[in-house]
């Protein structure tokens, strides 16, 4: 079944200008018609009242098995923090060659870390994470090209660091998908 | 032809295992998991990893347990312990067997990058270290390759053209001219050279042997196979095989062969996984390869497949103006090692030498020289210090190869078909003569 579009699906409070602006984003990168559509969890099931934070794992099973299909490429958009039992948080995670991947603001945001609030820079590192997701979607592994989208970022001065753009072997290497 | 490191994962909780999977996955690393000890050792039975990250705290055997057993088959294993209940004492315990680092779960996403990049870090420089040192004794050993010959120029030109390339290569020329002497000096001006340059000498072993030695083996695939072992072909991944009288290997051996060089992929003896390995080949032979093709000893498909280029290295008997200089580069070269100044050469021994015929071709000469270093006066060799009475000056109308043959049966004779005191007479290794042997069809009631 050929790719029809990415369909980002926001959980929880999201501003529609914010969720426009990802998605024109993502569409210009990708090329493919990016829809945005609104859904709803119970994100209780999913807390970990030991770690008080989400359960990355399945949250990303949640969303694949009740939100995406075989023709588009589906990316969770969430608020809360997420984990995985292994490390102490992620902002993203994706089905690698897959087709869901979820990615949060919440570790996203200059406040966390107690700098002044940046809505601005806040918006540039929440694609970046989901334009990153999408690329594993695509089967795109982490990539060691400084300012490419698909490097590996593990605190937010690492997604400010790169660029929100496929360097152009990631970007042949989705031309070949 | 970077190598793509490998992961095996243990740990008891299947959630943990996935997302160690994914993240190394989206990393680029080969992954896989086991869910117990006992589980991970039966793995790597069959399968070596570069990195090892297993759980403490599992069921049956622990994580301590399993490092002991891991280092104590592949004491150069990187293990990671990682354990949920973090006390100090395991901690030592872990790194005192062995390990490499210690991490508690769960543990911050830069933490684990960075575990991943040590290992990763030390991983290149141990090959890289072994690598070097190995590129230090060949790069030595290409000194030893002289000369000024329009015939040698020819071969360092040759040498030159096709190192560059990818292409297989088939060395010709008589016992002792040099042949594996070519084969270090193409590797070494490659673009393979900081890899390794596996050789193997087919005419000393027996099949079976050379089937093991050559693609390896599994654990009891065989009486006395205690552990798994390498293949050469999977030594000489990203670097050079070096296979020596090629001519001798048996038609089963010619059919994997032939197989081996078309998919560049094999099965290790008692082994059921495919492994595959880039190298280059690179074959010698000091005899006629065309002509065993036509008397069907010789696969016709496996012969093109390696005589993409042929190098033919002329014996010293049709290049005897590189004598002196020959001569001249053992005379350091012994002197060197023996840690006396040089000595030198009156003109009544070197124009002996440059009448003699040289059957061994160059290791002959070399025989001769370090013979004469040893048993001379410190100064100058003479005549008396070489051991040329036995000189044939050849005045009848036999070849060569009829010189040859007799002389050969004539000394095995004298040494009761001694193979290593015949050898030592004739200054030649057993498997030169060996080969002689089989060349003229020598038998003892000759």
């Known amino acids: 079944m050929s790719l029809q579009n990415i369909t980002l699906i926001s959980f929880g409070y999201f501003e529609r200008d914010f969720l426009k602006y990802v998605a024109e984003s993502v569409e210009h990168e990708f090329r493919i018609s990016t829809i945005i559509k609104e859904g709803h969890i119970d994100l209780s099931e999913f807390y970990d009242p030991g770690r008080r934070q989400y359960n990355g794992n399945y949250l990303l099973k949640e969303v694949d098995h009740k939100f995406s299909s075989d023709s588009t490429k589906t990316i969770g958009l969430f608020s809360v923090d997420l984990f995985i039992p292994i490390l102490t948080y992620i902002f993203g995670q994706a089905f690698l060659d897959g087709r869901t991947g979820i990615a949060s603001l919440y570790r996203l945001s200059n406040e966390r870390y107690g700098m002044k609030v940046d809505n601005t820079g806040l918006l540039d590192r929440f694609r970046k994470e989901v334009i990153h997701e999408l690329g594993h979607t695509f089967g795109l592994l982490h990539c060691h090209i400084q300012t490419c989208v698909m490097r590996s970022s593990t605190y937010v001065e690492d997604i400010d660091q790169k660029s929100h753009n496929l360097c152009a072997n990631c970007r042949t290497a989705l031309n070949m998908v | ?278 190298f280059r080949v690179i074959c010698a032979t000091n005899r006629d390869l065309k002509s065993m093709v036509e008397k069907g000893t010789f696969r016709e498909d496996l012969f093109y497949r390696l005589n993409v280029v042929n190098i033919h290295i002329p014996p010293l008997r049709d290049r005897i103006e590189d004598i002196p200089l020959l001569v001249e580069y053992f005379i350091k070269k012994y002197c ?81 078909w001694n193979i290593s005191h015949a050898a030592n007479a004739l200054k030649v290794d057993r498997v030169t003569l060996y080969n002689k042997i089989k060349k003229y069809d020598l038998k003892p009631a000759d």
């Open chain 2, 336 to 416: 060197t090692s023996m840690n006396m100044p040089p000595v030198t050469i009156d003109t009544a021994a070197l124009k002996r030498l440059e009448e003699f015929q040289y059957p061994g071709n160059v290791r002959e000469l070399e025989n001769m020289i370090e013979r004469a270093i040893v048993i001379g006066n410190g100064k100058k060799i003479t005549m008396k210090d070489l051991p040329l009475q036995r000189t044939i000056v050849s005045t009848s109308i036999e070849s060569l190869d009829d010189l040859e043959k007799k002389h050969i049966l004539h000394i095995l004779n004298k040494y009761n």
């Open chain 2, 1 to 278: 032809m970077a190598k793509k490191i490998s992961i095996l994962i243990v740990d008891d909780e299947e959630s943990v295992r996935d997302s160690l999977y994914s993240w190394f996955k989206e990393d680029g690393y080969q992954v896989e998991c086991a869910e117990n000890a006992k589980k991970a050792l039966l793995i790597l039975e069959s399968s070596s990893f570069d990195i090892i990250l297993a759980d403490i705290k599992m069921p049956g055997m622990d994580g301590l347990e399993m490092l002991r057993r891991i280092k104590a088959l592949k004491n150069d294993s990187i293990i990671i312990v990682m354990t949920a209940f973090a006390t100090v004492d395991t901690a030592v315990q872990a790194l005192k067997d062995g390990a490499f680092d210690y991490v508690t779960k769960p543990f911050d996403p830069d933490d684990l990058s960075h575990l991943i990049r040590n290992a990763t870090k030390q991983i290149s420089l141990t090959e890289e270290n072994e690598v070097l040192k190995k590129k230090v004794v060949s790069l030595e050993d290409v000194e030893d390759l002289v000369g000024n010959s329009e015939e040698m120029k020819k071969v360092f030109k040759d040498i030159e053209s096709v190192a560059q390339s990818n292409s297989s290569v088939v060395i010709t020329g008589e016992s002792g001219t040099g042949k594996e002497l070519v084969a270090k000096a193409i590797h070494s001006n490659s673009p393979r050279k900081f890899f390794p340059l596996v050789s193997v000498h087919c005419g000393a072993l027996s099949e079976s042997l050379l089937e093991s030695e050559l693609f390896g083996h599994e654990k009891g695939a065989f009486t006395g196979a205690m552990y798994n072992r390498k293949g050469r072909f999977e030594m000489a991944d990203s670097g050079t095989i070096f296979l020596d009288e090629i001519s001798t290997i048996s038609t089963k051996m010619q059919i994997d062969l032939l197989r081996v060089l078309e998919t560049k992929s094999f099965v290790r003896v008692g082994g059921n996984k495919e492994i595959t390995s880039d």
